[in-house]
Every structure is written in C-alpha cells, then in structure tokens.
T-cell receptor
C-alpha cells in the first residue's frame, strides 16, 4: 500500500517568514495530493490540493509543488501569520480511490 | 452552508461497552468516509460508503461496523470497546468523482471517544 513520509515533524518560524513542509510517497500510481490543516480540537481542513498533471499550484500565500519523478511534493506558506499555527498533514491517493494515506503531520508554530 | 455534522462530539464509555457515532454529510454528497485519529497521530482510514454500499475498507477492526442509510447519513458502531479505541473519529463526505477525478473530502469536527 501507499506510504507517505512527512518532514519536519515540528517547525517554528518567525511571523512573516516562509514555511516549507515536504512529503514523499511510495506508490507511483498516486495522482492526487491534498494538504490539510488541523487546529486543536477540530477536523482536518483542506487548504490546497494538486493533481499529478500539474507541477505547481498557488492560492494566495499557499503553494504546492509536485515532482512526480522523485515522488515528492511540498507545501510552501509565505508571509506566515500566527493564525497559520496548526498541524499540517499531507496525503496521497489514487484519483477516484476512497482511501487517503496521510503523512504523520507537521506542527507549525508561527512566533509573533 | 452546513458542513459535515458529527454526533456526539464527546463520548465516554467503559471497556466492553458499545458506542455508536453518527455522521450527517454535506447536502448532496453521496460518499461518506470514517477515519480514526489517535493522540498525536495521523488519521487512519477505516471504511467508506458510496450510495449506501461499502466502497472501500481500511484498518477497521472486526468489532466495528458501519452503514450508510437512505438519507446518506452514516453510523459507526463499535462493540466490545477496548482502551485502545480511545481516539478522535472523523467522518468526511464528498461527491463521488467522475472518471479519473479525485474525491475531495470535507471532514467533520470529529467525535472524541474515551474508553475507561
């Protein structure tokens, strides 16, 4: 089955700096890669996703890049704000599949 | 618009008891998923239903069962509860993707089960 590795497990940045979280996946058939933000006591919230026919996608301060050859994808958050502090999960699946395989999560702390 | 509604939000049970969690998907969503998240862990896929039929099965224990009803809501039934079942249980819903499209999941706020 699919295996998703995520690094780092914790990340602290100063407000206004950028944050980068990296994930690798094992199944070359995976072609859908969402990122979720989870705040304490809440469910995961989809913040951005990318499909394998696209190398990069951007939505305001958030961007995701995908390298299919290397089987890794990354989340980039620019101009970080304290409200960006949360746990971020990457995930992978085969499009149309019902199963998402999650990474172990990255706890991001943005220091004011 | 209302999101995925889960109930109860918190549940405390004794070992060997049973528990039932309910999930009401987003209106017009036809697919429901259940995930289990242990403390400090990532969500683990348990089971999913599309149009009231089981569509996929993950690491769901045999002591657990689930179903999706005619109004698309779903229930997760857990029996012979063990201490290790203490976790957050998330329901998610989506519209079934067409062709090679991806199922885009929206998660509920979760139900926290504590087994004593």
């Amino acid at each position: 089955g699919e295996n998703v590795e995520q690094h780092p497990s914790t990340l602290s940045v100063q407000e206004g700096d950028s944050a980068v979280i990296k994930c690798t996946y094992s199944d070359s058939a995976s072609n859908y890669f969402p990122w979720y933000k989870q705040e304490l006591g809440k469910g995961p919230q989809l913040i951005i996703d990318i499909r394998s026919n696209v190398g990069e996608k951007k939505d305001q301060r958030i961007a995701v890049t995908l390298n299919k050859t290397a089987k890794h994808f990354s989340l980039h958050i620019t101009e970080t704000q304290p409200e960006d502090s949360a746990v971020y999960f990457c995930a992978a699946s085969i499009a149309g599949s019902y199963q998402l395989t999650f990474g172990k999560g990255t706890k991001l702390s943005v220091i004011p | 618009a209302a999101g995925v509604i889960q109930s109860p939000r918190h549940l405390i049970k004794e070992k060997r008891e049973t528990a039932t969690l309910k999930c009401y998907p987003i209106s017009r969503h036809d697919t429901v998923y259940w995930y289990q998240q242990g403390p400090g862990q990532d969500p683990q896929f348990l089971i999913s239903f599309y149009e009231k039929m089981q569509s996929d099965k993950g690491s769901i224990p045999d002591r657990f069962s689930a179903q999706q009803f005619s109004d698309y809501h779903s229930e997760l039934n857990m029996s012979s509860l063990e201490l290790g079942d203490s976790a957050l249980y998330f329901c998610a819903s989506s519209l079934k993707a067409l062709g090679v499209g991806a199922n885009v999941l929206t998660f509920g706020a979760g139900s926290r089960l504590t087994v004593l």
